[in-house]
C-alpha cells in the first residue's frame, strides 16, 4: 500500500485494531479464541466466569465467543503475542506523534514516525517481528529511505483486510466483472447481457461481494483509478449523475426497483459526484472533503459488532465519515460497488496490494 501523510488518521486505525471489543480499550495480555477473535484474558474471565471445578463440567455453561456466539472451549485459548506487540506499537507511535520535532522518515513523499519500540518482553520489537517471520526493513540511511518500522506497521493496516471477489450474479446486466473477479465497469455497447435472476440488481447499476460478513472487523479498499475529475465533465447533466459509490450493503438490500441509498436501506456508503465525494445519509447526502477531488482509493472499514461502518482515505488513512448504528448491524454485509460512467471502473485491491 502506498503511503502518503500518515499521521492521526494511522494512529486512530491502529487504536482500532488494538481495542478490545468488551471492555473498549486497548487489549491487555490478548487471547485469541477458535473463531479468530481477540479478547483481553481478564474481560473474557469475567464474562465467562470462574472454570468449573472437579465434578461440575455437566452443569457448566458451555463457553462462546462474546462477538459471534461459536463455542470456543477454554482449552483452545492462546496468547495472542503479534497483537500484544501491535498494542505496543500503537502506543509508541502516538507517543511519538505528539512530541514536537518527531523525527520522521519519507516514503514516496509520505512522512511516517519512526521510533524505538520493545514488546511486553523487553525485547526490542524489530527483533520481535523477525521471531514472527516479519519482514526484515532495510536500514533507514536517511530521511528519504523506508523508516524501520514501517512494515510493521504495514502489517497492523492490513491484519483485518479481506481478500475479496465480487458476485456475478448480483451485477446489472449493464455492468461486466472481470474475470478475476475484482474489477466492475459498464459494459462496452453491444455486449450480450446475461439472464436476470433474483439476486441481480434491476435497476441500480450496482454489484455485491461474493463475501459476506456476519461478525468481527473487516476492511478492503476499492481503486477508482479510472475516475475522471469535475473539469472534464461534459456538463451539468453529468455533474448531477452519479458517477460511482462504493461501501457496504445489507443482505436485505432491495435488487429490484428503485433502491434507498442510505443505512435505512440497507446500504452505508460515499458517492462520487461532481468532482467530490458524498456521505449518502438520509434525507441529503452529506459532502465531504471540503471541496476536494476524492481519493483514487477509499478504504472501507466494517466493525460488525458495533454497527459502524466507516471510509478512509486510501493513502493517508484519514478519516472521511462514519456511519454509526446503535447496535450491531444485525445482518449479514457485502461489499457494494456501483458506477454509471463508462470512464470510472471500480476495483477492489487484492489484500496484499
Not at 98 to 126: F, K, L, N, S, W
Not at 145 to 167: C, G, Q, S, W
Not at 232 to 254: K, L
Not at 329 to 346: A, S, Y
Amino acid at each position: 500500500m502506498e503511503v502518503s501523510e500518515l499521521g492521526p488518521g494511522l494512529v486512530e486505525r491502529l487504536e482500532q485494531l488494538s481495542t478490545c471489543p468488551l471492555c473498549g480499550g486497548p487489549f491487555q495480555d490478548p487471547v485469541l479464541l477458535a473463531c479468530e477473535h481477540s479478547f483481553c484474558r481478564a474481560c473474557l474471565a469475567r464474562r465467562w466466569g470462574a472454570p468449573p471445578g472437579p465434578g461440575d463440567t455437566d452443569t457448566a455453561p458451555p463457553t462462546v465467543c462474546p462477538c459471534c456466539s461459536l463455542p470456543c472451549p477454554r482449552r483452545s485459548l492462546r496468547s495472542n503475542v503479534r497483537l500484544a506487540v501491535e498494542v505496543r506499537i500503537s502506543r509508541g507511535l502516538r507517543e511519538k506523534l505528539a512530541e514536537p520535532g518527531a523525527r520522521t522518515g519519507r516514503r514516496r513523499g509520505g512522512r511516517i514516525p519512526t521510533m524505538g519500540c520493545q514488546d511486553p518482553h523487553g525485547e526490542d520489537v524489530r527483533k520481535t517481528w523477525r521471531r514472527l517471520d516479519a519482514t526484515k526493513p532495510k536500514p533507514a540511511e536517511s530521511d528519504e529511505d523506508i523508516p524501520e518500522d514501517y512494515p510493521v506497521v504495514k502489517n497492523m493496516l492490513h491484519r483485518l483486510t479481506a481478500d475479496l471477489t465480487l458476485d456475478p450474479s448480483t451485477a446489472h446486466r449493464r455492468l461486466l466483472v472481470s474475470p478475476d473477479g475484482r474489477s466492475v465497469c459498464l459494459a462496452p455497447p453491444g455486449t450480450p447481457a446475461p439472464p436476470d435472476g433474483p439476486a441481480r440488481f434491476d435497476q441500480l447499476p450496482a454489484v455485491l461481494g461474493a463475501q459476506g460478513f456476519r461478525a468481527g472487523r473487516h476492511c478492503w479498499e476499492v481503486e477508482t483509478a479510472g475516475g475522471t475529475s469535475s473539469g472534464e465533465s461534459s456538463g451539468e447533466e453529468d455533474n448531477r449523475e452519479s458517477r460511482y459509490a462504493v461501501g457496504a450493503a445489507g443482505e436485505s438490500v432491495r435488487r429490484k426497483g428503485r433502491v434507498g441509498l442510505c443505512p435505512a436501506g440497507a446500504v452505508w456508503a460515499v458517492e462520487g459526484r461532481g468532482g467530490r465525494l458524498w456521505a449518502l445519509t438520509a434525507p441529503e447526502p452529506t459532502p465531504l472533503g471540503g471541496g476536494r477531488p476524492p481519493p483514487r482509493r477509499i478504504r472501507v472499514d466494517l466493525d460488525w459488532e458495533r454497527g459502524r461502518v466507516a471510509f478512509y482515505d486510501g493513502r493517508s488513512l484519514d478519516l472521511l465519515f462514519a456511519f454509526q448504528a446503535s447496535g450491531s448491524l444485525g445482518e449479514c454485509v457485502f461489499p457494494l460497488l456501483c458506477t454509471r460512467d463508462p470512464r470510472t471502473p471500480l476495483r477492489i485491491v487484492p489484500a496484499d496490494g
